[in-house]
């Protein structure tokens, strides 16, 4: 089945504490993102990569690093948490860039993150 | 997930009904639009999309009407059913040498058996 891969679905951390979200894709596609979605602010775009190696920033990078050594996998890194990072965290991917005309953006089920 | 319906306006029919959830864009160079459907605990998921070029598209059930003079894009659903309840929202893509996808914050749905 054609899908994208989160882990782990419900993390709760301190503070400080370095954590990795993973993400993985079967469907060979070039393009992945990171989204954060939360209440009234809609999805926004942290990060982003049109290719193995190659990323770039969204809209909100602060505080977030990724990486694309692979084409299948993006992971997203949260070096030194904090609680203003709580929230609900959605990798995409799609054939080629920022989706295209019957071949659009396909997300995984979310992670959600809590930051004490 | 669960905190997404929050603060969202919300639309509520009766099962059977057509439903029409209206989202306005915000930029006249965009060309392509997508509408997505996310229910609670998953992620969004792709429903129909239309390119600028066109007015209206159809699918099962879904039909999507772009009107640019006025920058207001449309999901219809025919005869919703309990399993349509979900916030829906529009995305927007804009190409100025690269891409970049802008989203609506949405509108729940809540269908009534």
């Known amino acids: 089945e054609a899908q994208v891969t989160q882990n782990p679905r419900y993390l709760i951390t301190v503070t400080g504490k370095k954590l990795t979200v993973t993400c993985s894709q079967n469907?060979?596609?070039?393009?992945m993102s990171w989204y954060r979605q939360d209440p009234g602010l809609g999805l926004r775009q942290i990060y982003y990569s049109m290719n193995v190696e190659v990323t770039d920033k969204g809209d909100v990078p602060e505080g977030y690093k990724v990486s694309r050594k692979e084409k299948r996998n993006f992971p997203l890194i949260l070096e030194s948490p904090s609680p203003n990072q709580t929230s609900l965290y959605f990798c995409?991917?799609?054939?080629?860039?920022?989706?295209?005309?019957?071949?659009?953006?396909?997300f995984g089920n979310g992670t959600r993150l809590t930051v004490t | 997930g669960e905190s997404v319906g929050l603060h969202l306006p919300t639309l509520s029919v009766q099962e059977g009904d057509n439903s029409i959830i209206n989202c306005a864009y915000s930029n006249s160079a965009s060309d392509y639009f997508i509408w997505y459907k996310q229910e609670s605990g998953k992620g969004p998921q792709f429903i129909i999309d239309i390119r600028s070029n066109m007015d209206k598209r159809q699918g099962q059930r879904v039909t999507v009407l772009l009107n640019k003079t006025v920058k207001h894009l449309s999901l219809q659903i025919a005869a919703t059913q309990p399993g349509d309840s979900a916030v829906y929202f529009c995305?927007?893509?804009?190409?100025?040498?690269?891409?970049?996808?802008?989203f609506g914050k949405g509108t729940m749905l809540l269908v009534s058996p």
């Open positions: 995305a927007e893509r804009l190409t100025q040498g690269y891409s970049t996808l802008t």
């Open positions: 469907m060979n596609h070039e393009y």
């Open positions: 995409a991917s799609s054939y080629r860039g920022t989706s295209s005309y019957n071949s659009p953006l396909h």
